[in-house]
């Protein structure tokens, strides 16, 4: 099954202020989570965000929700590991 991957504008925005370097990898995954949402090392999340994942690129973090039901993933934020859980 192909996931429609959606992305909020807080994460667009958040992608944007990142170095371009970096940018090139986070696209990559995005793409990739079309076809599997749930790669190796992804994890659920705990707390607050418990109903979404998280996929590691380098020190960056991609956060997402999944929707089986629609076949979506809704990515709403990416950022820094020190700074993305605050």
Do not use: C, Q
């Amino acid at each position: 099954m192909t996931y429609r991957v959606l992305i909020d504008p807080r994460a667009v925005r958040e992608l944007e202020a990142l170095p371009k370097s970096v940018v090139t990898r986070i696209d990559a995954a995005i793409l990739s989570l079309a076809t599997n949402p749930r790669p190796a090392g992804t994890k659920r999340l705990k707390g607050k965000l418990k109903e979404g994942w998280r996929v590691r690129v380098g020190d960056y973090r991609i956060l997402y929700r999944i929707d089986e039901e629609k076949g979506e993933v809704r990515i709403f934020s990416i950022g820094h590991r020190r700074e993305i859980y605050r």
